[in-house]
């Protein structure tokens, strides 16, 4: 992960949420690969807001970011 994507992701506020194009902007795959991954459970699935929109939770994107970062640190 960048300085960048490590400074989006602290000044994300757990509370809110994103639509998918804002949580492409932190995570390191396209959009195909985002609905695949939240239908496969590897990513947080969305949540229904109205008939057509769907978007994340701020914190269960944040979640599942800090457990990658700390997956590659073990490795490490």
């Not at 998918?20 to 932190?26: D, F």
């Amino acid at each position: 992960m960048t300085t960048k994507d490590t400074n989006q992701t602290t000044d994300l506020n757990p509370i809110g949420m994103m639509r998918a194009k804002q949580v492409l902007e932190l995570v390191p795959f396209g959009r195909a690969s985002l609905w695949k991954f939240a239908k496969n459970g590897q990513f947080p699935a969305p949540i229904r807001v109205t008939g057509g929109i769907t978007a994340w939770r701020n914190a269960d994107v944040i979640a599942w970011l800090e457990a990658q970062s700390a997956a590659n640190d073990a490795e490490v």
